[in-house]
């Protein structure tokens, strides 16, 4: 069993998630992944690392309520216990010095980035963290990304906070500065890594990101996390999750993201990138 | 054996077979000719004294019958639903000749159900301990006998799975309609009365790496079982609908799905149903999807009936039960409509030609035989290579260019030092019995090696 030691909403539809799970702390690196099951009846769901503290065996966790899964997580409170947290799984995400990296986080993957962004930072890359949101009560973490970011970019939708636009406009202000970056790694919803990795392929470096597939083992035995990266098939739980976003197929990643939508009755939520 | 009747069994998930009744079982028993020489022992596997427990049943000592299975055998109540005895023990019975050989494994599963009405089970005797910790990762049969085996000799045994519940394929593959999860739940359990100490949700390899693993144990046993599921490599192989058989049959019996809307894991009705392949895992796939309602389900398979890999069983079970054939065809391209999922699945006939490495006739496609089908859905079950996750994260291990662990024939050992490996991981995609064997005999050469340790 695993113990909650906290959960809170962080902004609407987003919650943190503070789970005792010392063995899987023990050897986290950026970038993996863990499966939570909160017990028989419910799904198996993989959920990026967003934070940890090996010395307190925690593991913190920034999610999104979509669906009966996640509302059952959001409902849990300190001092309940659920029976599978299992990782660290996937492949972690490279870390080098590459020089400037541009990092950048929406919705939960402003939680799942704050890793990457630190373990960049001690390596000595000059660390430039985008966050991104519909709306400036959807930003969170500013203060704990700021802390291991050389330059920090606000980009609101409607303009409420920081720069109007979406990642986009990212580029757009790196291009004025005269930054130009040796990677760009961006994490959050399909929509985020989709648009990133059309919007900073111009600066031909790699632009990595995580892939939300459908999951269900998590250990390469049941294929449902495939994708098509660079005309190969991959299992995004074994292989990835970070991919080149540049290679990657797109237009079949949305559509099996979406398989389960008609069946699962997604709640609609509000944080506006599309919700998959 | 009586078994549920066809037309009820498609439409529910509860046990085909329905079981030999004690007076069935005396009466079948009682057809042995308990041979000097038993050529049915040969036949298995783990070299149960056949002829002894089926005498034991004969003589209505059922509790005597069960205690000679286990010498032999942790698994009975699993092996004499699974096991495929007519190419095994039963095919060489001496009353096979006659056409009608004893129905061995429907004896072991009779003793086997017997034992679990009982009140109380008899415990065996376990030996002193000897203080000599072993690690065993994966809980499949594999895993389960070594387990089973090594808790008896007096060492410590604590089994890592990587699930969120035991039994590997067991557990997540075969259905509850030919193997009840409560079954591998009554192994499972037995085992941890013994002593065992279960970890699940651990990945050795991520959670902690095989070598961090060796450090705390004296000896390691690798029991991880198949992984990656392979697909065609045709196009439109990633349009939803598609599944592979790990998938399908993992969301429906190590999920539940068979119980959504009271299960969160969905599994998406669908009406027509290809699944390609042609072993028990194809015939489970398609019971299956007829189960959860599918107007029609075809197993489709580039060979003939002749050379179809699954059990005679399960076939004549599927075929009963409504299952189609669509024997020389292969499936070459499918279709998606606009949302991405499956519509149509094109496929080509072919032809028998010359036989191959492995004997069986080569299937050739014959130019200009295309045609399609209309479906909704298509489960590939045409096999899956090794798990990676130990070989990928425990670079010192040999492995084959299949990704399977190679170890010595004899004693199960790895190219590491104080790790052995069996099942699946070994020999590739088997059979329950074959991982249990291997289980023993890797059991055997752990045994000796702790004993040597002082
Ligand atoms: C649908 C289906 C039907 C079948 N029908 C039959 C049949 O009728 N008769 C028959 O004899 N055989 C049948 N088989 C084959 C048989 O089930 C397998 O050969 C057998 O289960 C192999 O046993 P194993 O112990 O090697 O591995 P598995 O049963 O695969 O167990 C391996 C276990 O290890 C776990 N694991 C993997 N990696 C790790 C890790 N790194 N750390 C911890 N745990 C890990 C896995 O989660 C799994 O639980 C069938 C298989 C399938 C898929
Ligand atoms: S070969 Fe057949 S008849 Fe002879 S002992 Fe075995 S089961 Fe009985
Ligand atoms: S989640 Fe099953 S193979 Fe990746």
């Given at each position: 069993?695993?113990k909650i ?7 609407p ?5 503070v ?16 499966i ?31 669906g ?7 409902m ?22 590459f ?8 919705c ?24 991104e ?20 970019i606000?980009?609101?939708?409607d ?13 757009e ?15 959050g ?42 005309g ?11 991919f ?33 | ?8 069994r ?8 329905l079981?030999y ?58 092996c ?35 034992e ?20 065993v ?21 604590t ?17 509850e309609?030919r ?62 609908g598609?599944y592979s ?62 050379e ?10 599927a ?6 054939f669509?024997?020389?065809?292969l499936?070459?391209?499918?279709y ?31 130019d ?7 479906m ?79």
């Amino acid at each position: 069993m695993f113990k909650i030691i906290e959960r809170k909403s962080i902004v609407p539809n987003l919650h943190l998630l503070v789970v005792h799970a010392p063995d899987v702390v023990e050897t986290i690196q950026p970038g993996q992944f863990v499966i939570i099951h909160c017990g028989e009846g419910s799904e198996r769901i993989p959920l990026t690392a967003a934070d940890w503290d090996r010395e307190e065996g925690t593991l913190s966790i920034v999610f999104m309520e979509v669906g009966t899964s996640t509302g059952k997580l959001a409902m849990l409170q300190p001092g309940d216990e659920i029976p599978t947290v299992v990782g660290p799984l996937g492949v972690p995400i490279e870390i080098e010095k590459f020089g400037v990296v541009v990092c950048i986080g929406g919705c939960f993957g402003l939680g799942s980035i704050f890793p990457v962004v630190r373990a960049l930072k001690e390596k000595g890359n000059e660390v430039i963290t985008m966050l991104e949101g519909r709306s400036k009560n959807l930003l969170y973490w500013e203060e704990k990304l700021s802390k291991y970011s050389d330059k920090v970019i606000k980009l609101t939708r409607d303009g409420s906070y920081g720069y109007k636009g979406h990642v986009k406009k990212g580029s757009e202000l790196l291009r004025e500065l005269g930054i130009k970056p040796d990677r760009v790694i961006a994490n959050g919803c399909t929509t985020l890594s989709y648009l990133a990795s059309r919007d900073y392929a111009h600066f031909d470096v790699p632009v990595i990101v995580t892939l939300n597939t459908i999951m269900i083992d998590g250990t390469g035995m049941c294929g449902v996390c495939r994708c098509t990266v660079d005309g190969k098939m991959k299992f995004a739980c074994v292989d990835g999750p970070s991919f080149d976003g540049r290679l990657v197929d797109w237009e079949e990643l949305a559509a099996r993201r979406k398989q389960y939508i008609s069946e699962e009755a997604f709640l609609v939520h509000h944080s506006g990138c599309g919700g998959f | 054996m009586p078994k549920q009747a066809d037309f009820i069994r498609k439409r529910n998930f509860k046990e085909v077979a329905l079981g030999y009744s004690a007076e069935d079982a005396i009466e079948e028993a009682g057809r042995c000719l308990d041979c000097k020489k038993p050529f049915c022992v040969d036949g298995c596997p783990v070299e149960i004294d056949i002829p002894g427990f089926i005498r034991a049943i004969a003589e209505e000592d059922f509790a005597l019958a069960i205690k000679i299975l286990k010498e032999k055998n942790c698994l009975p109540a699993v092996c004499g639903r699974v096991c495929p005895q007519e190419e095994q023990c039963e095919i060489k019975c001496i009353l096979e000749k006659k056409g009608a050989p004893i129905a061995i494994g429907r004896l072991e599963r009779f003793a086997a159900e017997w034992e679990s009405q009982q009140d109380s089970i008899e415990m065996p005797v376990i030996d002193d301990k000897t203080g000599k910790k072993v690690a065993v990762i994966g809980s499949g049969p594999a895993g389960i006998t070594v387990a089973g085996d090594l808790i008896l000799q007096g060492h410590d045994v604590t089994m890592y799975e990587a699930l969120h519940e035991p039994g590997g394929v067991l557990t997540y593959g075969i259905p509850e309609f030919r193997l009840p999860a409560s079954v591998v739940t009554r192994e499972i359990e037995y085992l941890q009365k013994l002593g065992v100490k279960l970890i699940c949700n651990f990945v050795v390899g991520k959670t902690r790496s095989l070598k961090k693993i060796l450090d705390e144990y004296d000896a390691v046993f690798v029991g991880t079982g198949a992984g990656l599921p392979w697909f065609m490599n045709i196009p439109g192989e990633n349009l939803n609908g598609v599944y592979s058989a790990n998938e399908y049959l993992t969301r429906v019996n190590l999920m539940r799905g068979f119980q959504y809307p009271k299960t969160y894991t969905p599994v998406v009705r669908h009406k027509k149903v290809a699944v390609v392949g042609g072993g028990n895992v194809a015939m489970d796939c398609a019971r299956t999807a007829l189960r959860l309602g599918a107007e029609e389900a075809v197993i489709v398979y580039r060979r003939s009936e002749t050379e179809l890999p699954a059990r005679e069983e399960e076939y004549e079970n599927a075929d009963e039960e409504g299952v189609k054939f669509s024997f020389l065809t292969l499936p070459e391209k499918l279709y998606g409509d606009k949302n991405g999922w499956l519509k149509e699945i094109e496929c080509s006939k072919m032809e028998l030609g010359e036989p191959d490495a492995s004997g069986r006739r080569r299937p050739i496609r014959i130019d200009g035989s295309e045609f399609r089908m209309k479906m909704d859905a298509c489960i590939v079950a045409i096999g899956n290579s090794p798990n990676p996750i130990i070989p990928q994260t425990t670079p010192e291990l040999a492995v084959s260019k299949w990704g399977t662990i190679e170890v010595d024939e004899e004693s199960f050992k790895t190219t590491i030092d104080r790790v052995w490996a069996g099942g699946d991981i070994v020999s590739g995609a088997a059979t329950v019995i074959l991982a249990m064997g291997a289980g023993r005999k890797a059991a055997r050469s752990m045994h000796e090696y702790l004993s040597s340790l002082t």
